[in-house]
């Protein structure tokens, strides 16, 4: 049976056979036997073409939604009860180590600049050697952070972490490479990523940030937990306006 839905996401892309398979690095004659016969890839060239083309790969071959749950399901490294649980050494490791990403997704997280005083200055360094740095910090004057900083209690005080936590940013923020944004939007979980790692720290109403669980994930190709947080973040991005 031909795969329909990957054609229509091929052409909705404006993209062709010979692109795909130029991205995929397979022969055109695989692609178009991928459309023709129905065939399902391997995991690496389904991700690869489902990613190129911005879909799920369970929606352009359903018959893998298991193999996909379950990859997914081995992304998860670690849960921490709470985010003091999350071992000191582990933030120091995942920002060395990181080359080519760092996203960090907040309203303040100040705690993370509190605890690693020289990050701004390896931040800048990363992005000189090529790494992408991103960071969004709330909008210290935004409705959101005001009414978040009421749930937890502690009311202007997350807004003044946020202008803390930019002021601490600012010896980087010059360096080409190191972009920092402001937002607005109501934040579920702040997301914190290093290459291929990423921990999230989900929101609960009326506990602060630092009282919640910490999840640790790492990408694995095929799964879609990575990707989905990593999807969020890109959707906060857009939205944010340059600090």
């Known amino acids: 049976m031909a795969n329909e839905r990957l054609r229509a996401a091929i052409s909705a892309k404006g993209e062709t056979i010979q692109s795909v398979a130029e991205h995929v690095a397979v022969d055109p004659k695989s692609v178009e036997r991928w459309i023709t016969t129905g065939r399902t890839p391997h995991r690496g060239h389904r991700w690869k073409a489902a990613s190129f083309l911005g879909v799920d790969e369970v929606y352009l071959w359903p018959s893998v939604e298991k193999q996909a749950e379950k990859a997914s399901t081995s ?81 202007g005080d997350l807004a003044a972490r946020a202008r803390i936590t930019r002021r601490y940013l600012e010896p980087a923020m010059s360096t080409p490479g190191v972009e920092v944004r402001l937002h607005d939007t109501i934040l579920y979980n702040s997301i914190y990523r290093f290459d291929e790692d990423v921990l999230v720290n989900p929101h609960v109403l009326g506990a602060p940030a630092g009282q919640n669980p910490v999840m640790h994930f790492r990408y694995l190709p095929g799964a879609r937990t990575f990707r989905h947080y990593m999807r969020s973040f890109d959707y906060a991005w857009e939205r944010g306006r340059e600090a």
Not at 88 to 94: D, V, Y
Not at 96 to 113: N, S
Not at 134 to 145: K, M
């Open 75 to 155: 992304e998860l490294i670690t849960y921490y009860p709470h985010r003091g649980a999350v071992p000191a050494p582990l933030w120091s490791s995942l920002i060395e180590k990181a080359t080519d990403q760092v996203d960090v997704l907040v309203y303040a997280g100040l705690f993370l600049f509190d605890s690693n005083p020289d990050l701004p200055d390896q931040l800048g360094e990363k992005a000189k050697a090529g790494a992408q740095v991103r960071i969004l910090l709330g909008d210290p004057d935004s409705e959101a952070v005001r009414q978040r900083g009421e749930e937890e209690g502690i009311g």
